[in-house]
Structures are given as structure tokens and as C-alpha cells.
């Protein structure tokens, strides 16, 4: 059992950067990939960015891929995602999840935290 809290999430303005983070509780976090959806209101959550156990396998969405940024720190239990360059419709809720292999499906995961509202103004 992987238990995750997400938390990094605010009011930015557009062109600037937050880091999220999610700290993950049990002694096989290591074990996990762990990914980065979003969801914005009346929309699909999105794949952002997964990362390996090791951090040796990382893969990006599209939308992401120049800007977000992963990484995680398996002695602290935590995954980050530096975001930059941010704009209005990164407007969401920032989900992080834990599975057994870097994907880019929501289905794959078995774990979830409760998510944080990143909200950027124009």
C-alpha cells in the first residue's frame, strides 16, 4: 500500500514556474514508477510525465515535454515536477500516482493522491 500527498500547487502568474511534490508513505516506495496527470474542469485527466524507479526511464507528454520537468528522491519518499513557462490553460488539478511501469495511461496506476490546484493567472 502506497499512500501519496501532493502539495506545491498555487496562484502563479502566467510565464512563471511552481514545483509540486509528492510524498509517498511505505517502505516500497522506491519500488514505484510514478507519473503526473492533470484534470481541468469539464476535461479528461491528462498524462504529464512518468519517471522509473531508478529515474533512469523518464517519458513526457507532448504538452509538457520542454517545460515540466521530473525527478524523484527515493531516500526522501518524494517525485517532483518543476514546472516553467507556465500559461493560463496549465490551469488544472496536478495529480501524482504510483504503478508498476512508466505509462502514459491513468489505468496503469494503482495509487492516487488527492491532488493540488495549480491555477495560472493571464
Known amino acids: 500500500q502506497v499512500q501519496l500527498v501532493e502539495s506545491g500547487g498555487g496562484l502563479v502568474q502566467t510565464g512563471g514556474s511552481l514545483r509540486l511534490s509528492c510524498a509517498g508513505s511505505?517502505?516500497?516506495?522506491?519500488?514505484?514508477?510514478m507519473g503526473w496527470f492533470r484534470q481541468a474542469p469539464g476535461k479528461e485527466r491528462e498524462f504529464l510525465a512518468a519517471?522509473?524507479?531508478?529515474?533512469?526511464?523518464?517519458n513526457y507528454a507532448s504538452s509538457a515535454k520542454g517545460r515540466f520537468t521530473i525527478s524523484r528522491d527515493n531516500a526522501k519518499n518524494t517525485v517532483y515536477l518543476q514546472m516553467n513557462s507556465l500559461r493560463p490553460e496549465d490551469t488544472a488539478v496536478y495529480y501524482c500516482?504510483?504503478?508498476?511501469?512508466?505509462?502514459?495511461?491513468?489505468?496503469?496506476?494503482?495509487?492516487w493522491g488527492q491532488g493540488t490546484q495549480v491555477t495560472v493567472s493571464s
Open positions: 500516482a504510483a504503478g508498476r511501469v512508466v505509462a502514459a495511461l491513468a489505468r496503469e496506476y494503482d495509487y
Open positions: 519517471i522509473s524507479w531508478t529515474g533512469g526511464s523518464i
Open positions: 511505505g517502505r516500497t516506495f522506491s519500488n514505484y514508477c
